[in-house]
């Protein structure tokens, strides 16, 4: 009954502080795991009580280790364990063998996070652990078992070796009392009392469990930490804000209200930041007479009825000598490359045999999916004005070449150079 009742406050008091909450408030936390299990063997020693004639060796006993441990921090955590020892004689000590069966709770300090090692080191890590143990002793002359209560203490120095796991070197020591029968199976030489001596060294692993990168005790979510990293925060912030209120393509619209940032210089914007585009065929309205000047439109077919001056256009297409650039991540042609879509529009009115298949390329910078679409995207922004030129659809195909790594990713003059379609003249 006794036996019963040590372990189940022992199962309370772990469950209390396993459920206990921790300050998750501030956001400068890390996120880590939480749960780990501890396994080790090792060596023991037995110091007392022995009976008249019997000794066990030093440190000559096979210890073996497993428990389950919670952070409710990276400071503090709480663990409940198993241990078995079996001791033997030793030298100048009659013949005996005595099993020891130990559970243990106890909480749990990270000496690392508490007193900053992780400022130095990111591979070295201390524990220390303490709390109550229940043994049951085992003997092999038939005695009856002996049920002991006791403490146990220890430190757990740690090398971590990934994220998942740390080699541990566990050194715990124990103290029993209520000792009634002799560790050797035999009577005790004197009345029970705080007598009983256990030492234990062991080596192991760690095992950490989760989904996160980390696990409590190597995080160092320390008060200078947590400073810094707000620090960081407020200056993202103030960097943020001072981006958002920049005027990147001089429209008169800041950043943050701006929802094309990319606007062709010196063209009206409505409220947003966006070019007025009354008609929606994604010409801005004042870029129109331009256009109608340098495209060939179906009113304008009259003025290509011979081939003088642009028989050097499908050479120099297929060379790709003739291409139409783009502004950084958008659809929208520069305003110089309208000449090369001009020239096509020309060539196909003067030889209405002739098809283009329309290729469109994006630079390096940024996710790969997200260029190949965009590729594909600016290619169809060249059929459809080509279309609306007066050259009919089914002369016209269009395909996104993905991303081009021909030139340097860090040149900005020569990532210009790539955001482009291409014409293939047949």
């Known amino acids: ?44 020693t037995s110091s007392s009580p022995f009976s008249s004639g019997y000794n066990s060796g030093e440190f000559g006993d096979m210890v073996y280790n497993l428990s389950g441990r919670y952070m409710l921090n990276d400071k503090v955590g709480v663990r409940a364990g198993v241990m078995f020892t079996t001791i033997n004689e030793g030298d100048n000590s009659l013949p005996f063998s005595t099993d020891v069966f130990t559970l243990t709770g106890e909480g749990v300090l990270n000496l690392g996070s508490i007193l900053n090692i992780s400022d130095f080191t990111d591979t070295f890590n201390l524990l220390a652990h303490g709390g109550v143990q229940r043994s049951t002793f085992s003997f092999d002359n038939g005695a009856s078992n002996d049920n002991t209560l006791g403490f146990i203490v220890g430190l757990t120095p740690q090398i971590k070796l990934s994220d998942n796991v740390a080699l541990n070197i566990d050194g ?26 256990m030492a234990n060294i062991t080596a192991g692993v760690s095992i950490y469990l989760g989904d996160n990168d980390q696990h409590a005790d190597w995080v160092g979510n320390t008060t200078e930490n ?15 804000i001072e981006s958002g209120m920049q005027d990147t393509d001089k ?46 439109t179906k009113e304008y077919i009259a003025e290509t009825t011979s081939g003088s001056g642009v028989e050097a256009v499908k050479p120099d297409a297929n060379d790709d000598l003739v291409n139409v650039y783009f502004k950084f991540d958008s659809t929208q042609p520069e305003y110089y490359s309208l000449d090369a879509i001009s020239k096509i529009v020309k060539y196909m009115r003067v030889y209405p045999e002739a098809n283009a298949v329309l290729t469109g390329y ?19 922004r060249v059929y459809d004005i080509v279309v609306a030129a007066g050259i009919d659809a089914s002369r016209l195909s269009y395909k996104g070449g993905g991303v081009d790594t021909s030139v340097s990713k860090d040149s900005e003059a020569a990532r210009q150079m790539v955001r482009r379609v291409s014409f293939q003249l047949k």
């Open 1 to 44: 009954m006794k036996k019963i009742t040590l372990l189940t406050s022992v199962l309370l008091l772990f469950a209390f502080m396993v459920n206990a909450q921790e300050d998750t408030s501030n956001s400068s936390y890390t996120e880590y795991n939480k749960w780990s299990i501890d396994l080790g063997v090792g060596i023991g």
């Open 172 to 197: 715990s020591f124990m103290g029993n009392i209520m000792q009634d029968i002799a560790i050797d199976g035999n009577a005790r030489p004197m009345p029970s009392g705080f007598d009983g001596w």
């Open 226 to 240: 947590m400073v810094e990293e707000k620090m960081g925060g407020f200056d993202n912030k103030l960097a943020m």
């Open 251 to 296: 429209d008169g619209v800041p950043n943050y209200l701006d929802k094309e940032s990319n606007t062709t210089a010196g063209v009206a914007v409505n409220s947003k930041g966006e070019a007025i585009d009354t008609n929606q065929n994604g010409v801005p309205d004042e870029l129109e007479s331009s256009l109608t000047e340098m495209f060939v």
């Open 362 to 380: 994006s630079d390096q910078i940024g996710n790969k999916a997200y260029n190949n679409k965009l590729s594909e995207a600016r290619a169809k």
